[in-house]
């Protein structure tokens, strides 16, 4: 029964589902590990969990500060379009590189460019920009939310497995502390 709940959720987009050990005896036997090598997995195994979270969460502070920018951007789309048929110039700062700002004068305008990465600039209407610029923010909240979920999916795992590592080595102290104890008493 155990067995089939372990399929269930085996993995989670690359990440292993780690198995919760009821009972320390019968793991050990069936995985054909002494105490120490099991010990040396799970410890093994805890690491690749901390390493996938970390890139997880980097991953995470790059699409938190993604969602700001292109958010930013639909603004300024935005703001183009409502003052192109007013007449009047749009007066905006914009950053040159670090640090360096000019101020431009925008006349009506009918399309934009915009910075897809990579040394890459296309220009587009401000209608397919506001589109692109809208798939893009959704696809990064949604990547974002798959994230958290992956996120939460691996500290669970994380959990289980210092839980598993605290079993084992307590059973292994419990089994030294039985075999000490039966000891002294043949001895006498």
Not at 29 to 57: H, I, T
Not at 151 to 173: C, H, K
Request: hydrophobic share 40%; proline share 2%; net charge negative.
């Amino acid at each position: 029964m155990a067995s089939s709940s372990s399929t269930v959720t085996a993995e989670r987009r690359g990440i292993p589902a780690a198995q919760f050990v009821e009972d320390v005896e019968t793991y050990l036997s069936q995985s054909g590990l002494d105490v120490n090598s099991a010990l040396s997995f799970l410890q093994e195994r805890l690491q690749q969990y901390k390493l996938v979270e970390m890139k997880l969460l980097a991953q995470q502070r790059d699409l938190q500060a993604k969602i700001p920018d292109i958010e930013k951007c639909l603004d300024v789309v935005a703001t183009l379009q409502a003052k192109k048929g007013a007449g009047e110039a749009l007066i905006a700062d914009f950053e040159v590189s670090e640090g360096i700002y000019s101020r431009a004068h925008i006349e009506d305008s009918e399309s934009v460019c915009l910075w897809l990465g990579a040394n890459v600039m296309l220009e587009y209407s401000c209608e397919e920009a506001t589109a692109l610029l809208q798939k893009n923010l959704e696809n990064a909240k949604a990547s974002l939310e798959v994230l958290i979920a992956d996120l939460q999916f691996l500290r669970d795992q994380v959990t289980i497995t210092q839980v598993t590592i605290a079993r084992v080595y307590n059973w292994d102290v419990h089994q030294r502390r039985i075999r000490q104890a039966a000891s002294p008493s043949k001895d006498s």
